[in-house]
C-alpha cells in the first residue's frame, strides 16, 4: 500500500516537473533556428498566386528574382549577371544571367528556367499579366541569357521584375505546376515543412552561390547563418506583444503602435524595431457609379478632408506617421509637390460650397471599411465625421476583410473604401488604380495621357518630373487620396543580430548570438 | 430494442442532413470571397473569375452543393482552398491540441469544481459557501480572452513559467506540447470550473435530503463517511454527465481561447477558414462537430435506456 502511493506520488511529481520546468532548460545549446512570429498563415507559398506582403516575405528566402533593391531602392542585379543592355528604342533588354547559380534541386540555373518562370509570371500573377500586355517576345538566347522585347518602352520593367509581392520568382522549370507542390528556387534557404497555422520552416540551402558584392538591402552578398527560419502565425497582435516581452520570438512582424511604451521598457527581453515610410493608407473613390462618379463632388470630399487628423486618430503616437502630400518621400527620384496644396485642407465652409456648386443633394456616401487593421477603422470613423461637418451624409459600412475585397468590386455597392499599400519604389507599383480594371474604375484621357509619358520615358531623371505630373491629376481628378506616411513596428530579440528593418523582413545575414 | 435504435438512427441522418443544408446555405449567404481573398490586393477581376473557375466557385450554388453532397456521401470531405491539403487531413491534424486541450480543461474543471460544489452543499449558507457561490458566478462571467491575456501577462511574460502562444517548436517532446497547453487548459478550466461547483452544489443538496444520508447518518457514520461514500457516489451521475457534455462543448467551442493563445486547434482553424471564406474547411468541419455532437447524444440516449429501466425502449 505505501508502495504504490508513493510511487504515484512520485509519478505525480515527475509529471508536475515536466510540465513546469523542462523546457527552459533546452535554452542553453547555442541555437540554430529564429522564430519568427508574423501575422496571419500564409495565403499560398506560391510567391506568384498572391501578391500578399506575407507571401513574399517568406518566399523571398527560397526563390530569388532577376533583379532586386538595395538599401537606396535603386534596381540591383540579384540573378542577373549585372545591369541589362537597353537597345537605343528601349524596347530590347538584353539580361545575361550569373553563372554557376545552383537550384534547390542541385542542378545549375539556365535561361530556359527563367523562360518557363516569367512566362508562368505573366500568365498567372496579377503583376506579371500587366507586364505581359506590353511584352512582345521573351527568349532565351543561349543557357545563360535571355532578351525581353517591349511592344513600347516600359520603365518600371525592372521594378517589376525585382518586387517580392507578387513575385517574379525564378524557379526549376520542371517543378512548375499549377498549384505548385514543390518549392525549387536558388535562395540561401530551402521550403522544409509547412504545417498551416503551425509554422512553415525554411532550412539552409548549403550550395547557395551568393553574389559577391556587400550586402546592400535586398542587393549584393546573402548569407544563410541561421541554419532554421520558423516563421510562425500569431494573428492576435496582443498575443505577438506579449511574445515579444517574455522572450518569445526572435522577431515580431506589424505590433501595434501602442506597445512602443512597453517594448521601449523590456530591456534584455526584445528591441523594438522602427521601419519608415512603411506604408501609405490611402481612399479609392468610384467614379463609375454613385455619388463619387462626379469629379467635383470627389473635389468637394477631398477639401471637406483633414488627413493629419486622419493619420493620428489611425496612428496615434506622432512618431508613427508623417502627414505629407507628396507620395513620395523626400530624397526618393519621385518626390515632387504638384497638387499638394489640395492635401490636408479640413475646409468645412468651402467643401460645403464646393459640394453645393457640384450639385450634391445629400445623398449617402458609402464608406466601405474593415477592422482587418484597426487604423482602417478608426481612419474611417475620423473622416465620416470630417465629411458630415461639411454637410456631406454619411454611411459607414463596417465589414470583414473578406467581405470589403468582393464588395469592392461591384459599383453598386460603396462610393468610398479605406485600404492601405506598402511604400514601394515605384509608382507604378501601387495603388492598383493607376493600372487598369482596378475597383474604383478610374479610366480617363488626363490619366492615360500622363501615365503614358511617365512609362515610356526611359530617362530615369526625367521620370521624376513626370510623375508629378501624375501626381497632380490625381489630385485634380481624386480617383483616390494618399493620406499620407505611417512607419511600422516590429520587434526583435537581443539574440538576433544584423537585422536590417526592411518592408518584406528577410533574414539573410542576420545571425543569433 | 432493434426498433428504437434504427428509429434513433434514423433521427441522427435527419439531424446530419439539415446540418449539411443549414451549413452549406449559411456560409454562403455571408458576403465574401475566399479568390479575393488568396490572390491579394493587385489582383484584377479577370485572375479572380479565373481562379474562382478553377475551385467550381462560378457554377450555381444548386450545382455546388450537389456536388459537395456527393464527395460528403462518399466519404469526402473536400479539398481546403488555402492549405493545399484535404479538409480531413486538416481535421485530423488539429484534433490533438483540441482534445488534449479539452481533457485537461475539464480534469482541471473537476478538481476544482467538485470540492468546491461539495464544501458548498455541506456547509450551505455559510460564508464559505457564499464566497464559492460569488466566485462561480464571477468565473461565468469573465470573457475567456480577457482572462487569457491576464495569465499570459502574469505567468508567461512576468514569470517566464510557460509559453506565451503556440504549440511548442516544431520538433517539441510531448511533454512541450503538454506545457504549452497549461495555460490555455487553466484558462478554459477554471472558467468551466463554475458550472461544476453550481452542479455538484445542487447535486450533493439533493442528495444530502435523502432518506437513505438520513440512515446512514443514524447509523453513526461519521460525516465525511456519509458525504463522500453515500452521498456523493449518487449525486455524481448527473455531474459525470455535465463534464462529458463540458468537454464536448470544448471541441468546438474553445474557439476564443485557442485563438488568444494561438493553439493550431479546431476553434481556430474555424475561425480563420471563416476569415478568409474556406467554405470547404467551413462546411467540412461543421459537419464533423455537429457529427460528434449527435453521436454523443446518441450514445447517452443508449445509456439511459441501459441504466434506467424506466426509459422505455
Known amino acids: ?513 | 430494442m432493434l426498433r428504437f435504435l434504427a428509429t434513433r438512427f434514423a433521427g441522427m441522418l435527419v439531424v446530419l442532413a439539415i446540418v449539411a443544408v443549414l451549413v452549406f446555405v449559411l456560409t454562403r449567404a455571408a458576403s465574401g470571397d475566399p479568390v479575393s481573398v488568396l490572390l491579394g490586393d493587385q489582383a484584377t477581376a479577370a485572375d479572380i473569375a479565373r481562379v474562382q473557375k478553377e475551385y467550381g466557385l462560378d457554377k450555381p450554388l444548386p450545382v455546388q452543393f450537389g456536388y459537395w453532397l456527393r464527395e460528403v456521401l462518399q466519404g469526402n470531405l473536400g479539398q481546403s482552398i488555402f492549405l493545399q491539403r484535404p479538409v480531413a487531413q486538416a481535421l485530423l491534424e488539429r484534433a490533438e491540441p483540441t482534445t488534449l486541450l479539452s481533457l485537461m480543461a475539464v480534469a482541471i474543471a473537476a478538481l476544482i469544481g467538485l470540492p468546491c460544489g461539495i464544501v458548498s452543499a455541506v456547509l450551505r449558507g455559510s460564508w464559505i459557501d457564499q464566497l464559492f457561490t460569488g466566485v462561480a458566478m464571477l468565473g461565468a462571467s469573465i470573457p475567456s480572452f480577457w482572462f487569457g491575456i491576464v495569465l499570459i501577462q502574469l505567468f508567461a511574460v512576468s514569470l517566464g513559467w510557460f509559453p506565451v502562444s503556440g504549440y511548442g517548436a516544431p520538433d517539441a517532446a510531448f511533454g512541450e506540447r503538454l506545457h504549452a497547453l497549461m495555460l490555455p487548459a487553466t484558462v478554459l478550466g477554471i472558467l468551466n470550473s463554475a458550472l461544476i461547483i453550481r452542479f455538484t452544489r445542487a447535486s450533493m443538496l439533493d442528495v444530502l435530503g435523502e432518506d437513505y444520508v438520513r440512515t446512514a447518518r443514524s447509523k453513526g457514520l461519521s460525516e465525511t463517511v456519509v458525504v463522500l461514500k453515500h452521498a456523493l457516489r449518487n449525486a455524481l451521475v448527473p455531474i459525470v454527465t455535465v463534464l462529458g457534455l463540458t468537454a464536448a462543448l470544448m471541441i468546438g467551442g474553445a474557439v476564443v481561447t485557442e485563438t488568444v493563445f494561438g493553439l493550431p486547434g479546431v476553434g481556430s482553424l474555424v475561425v480563420n477558414a471563416v476569415l478568409r471564406r474556406d467554405y470547404p474547411v467551413i462546411q467540412g468541419a461543421l459537419l464533423v462537430i455537429a457529427g460528434i455532437y449527435v453521436l454523443i447524444n446518441f450514445s447517452i440516449d443508449l445509456l439511459y435506456a441501459v441504466v434506467d429501466p424506466r426509459v422505455k425502449v
Open chain 1, 1 to 513: 500500500m505505501f508502495a504504490a502511493t508513493s510511487r504515484r506520488a512520485l509519478f505525480g511529481a515527475a509529471l508536475l516537473a515536466a510540465l513546469c520546468g523542462a523546457v527552459p532548460a533546452q535554452a542553453q545549446a547555442p541555437r540554430t533556428h529564429a522564430t519568427l512570429a508574423m501575422v496571419a498563415e500564409p495565403q499560398t507559398l506560391d510567391p506568384m498566386a498572391s501578391t500578399a506582403d506575407l507571401v513574399g516575405t517568406i518566399m523571398q528566402h527560397v526563390y530569388e528574382t532577376l533583379y532586386t533593391f538595395d538599401a537606396k531602392w535603386n534596381v540591383v542585379p540579384m540573378l542577373a549577371e549585372s545591369m541589362p543592355k537597353v537597345s537605343a528604342d528601349g524596347k530590347t533588354y538584353a539580361i545575361a544571367l550569373r553563372r554557376g547559380v545552383m537550384l534547390h534541386s542541385g542542378r545549375e540555373l539556365t535561361a530556359d528556367d527563367v523562360v518557363a518562370s516569367l512566362q508562368r509570371w505573366m500568365a498567372q500573377s496579377p503583376r506579371g499579366k500587366a507586364l505581359g500586355n506590353v511584352v512582345d517576345s521573351l527568349v532565351a538566347k543561349g543557357p545563360q541569357a535571355i532578351e525581353i522585347v517591349l511592344k513600347e518602352p516600359y520603365a518600371p520593367l525592372l521594378s517589376q521584375l525585382a518586387l517580392p509581392s507578387g513575385m517574379a520568382a525564378i524557379m526549376a522549370k520542371e517543378s512548375i505546376a499549377s498549384p505548385l507542390k514543390d518549392f525549387v528556387g536558388t535562395g540561401p534557404y530551402r521550403f522544409k515543412e509547412r504545417k498551416p497555422d503551425q509554422y512553415v520552416l525554411l532550412t539552409r540551402f548549403e550550395q547557395y552561390s551568393a553574389r559577391k558584392e556587400p550586402a546592400n538591402g535586398y542587393g549584393g552578398k546573402r548569407e544563410a547563418l541561421i541554419e532554421e527560419l520558423r516563421f510562425v502565425p500569431v494573428p492576435n497582435a496582443s498575443t505577438r506583444v506579449e511574445g515579444s516581452l517574455a522572450g518569445q520570438y526572435d522577431f515580431a512582424d506589424l505590433l501595434p503602435t501602442e506597445a512602443l511604451p512597453r517594448l521601449e521598457k523590456a530591456a534584455g527581453k526584445t528591441v523594438p524595431v522602427m521601419t519608415p515610410a512603411f506604408g501609405f493608407p490611402y481612399l479609392v473613390f468610384n467614379t463609375k457609379e454613385g455619388v463619387a462618379a462626379s469629379q467635383a463632388v470627389r473635389q468637394a470630399i477631398q477639401i471637406a478632408l483633414g488627413e493629419g487628423e486622419m493619420l493620428a486618430a489611425g496612428f496615434g503616437d506622432t512618431r508613427f506617421f508623417v502627414a505629407e502630400g507628396n507620395h513620395f518621400p523626400k530624397g526618393s527620384p519621385f518626390y515632387a509637390t504638384g497638387g499638394t496644396e489640395q492635401y490636408n485642407q479640413r475646409n468645412a465652409p468651402k467643401a460645403k460650397e464646393a459640394a453645393a456648386k457640384a450639385g450634391y443633394k445629400g445623398e449617402p456616401i458609402r464608406v466601405l471599411t474593415s477592422r482587418q487593421y484597426d487604423f482602417h477603422y478608426n481612419m474611417a470613423l475620423l473622416m465620416a465625421e470630417q465629411l458630415k461637418r461639411a454637410g456631406f451624409k454619411v454611411e459607414l459600412n463596417v465589414v470583414d476583410w473578406a467581405t470589403l475585397v468582393q464588395r469592392r468590386n461591384d459599383a453598386k455597392l460603396w462610393d468610398i473604401y479605406v485600404t492601405h499599400s506598402g511604400q514601394f519604389p515605384e509608382p507604378m507599383l501601387s495603388p492598383p488604380q493607376l493600372g487598369d480594371g482596378a475597383p474604383g474604375w478610374w479610366d480617363t484621357p488626363a490619366k492615360k495621357a500622363a501615365l503614358q509619358a511617365f512609362n515610356t520615358a526611359s530617362d530615369p531623371a526625367k521620370r521624376g518630373a513626370l510623375w508629378g505630373k501624375v501626381q497632380e491629376i490625381v489630385y485634380t481628378e481624386v480617383p483616390y487620396v494618399n493620406v499620407g506616411k505611417f512607419n511600422g513596428l516590429s520587434a526583435k530579440s537581443p539574440a538576433l543580430d544584423n537585422y536590417q528593418p526592411a518592408t518584406w523582413p528577410y533574414f539573410w545575414n542576420a545571425k543569433i548570438k
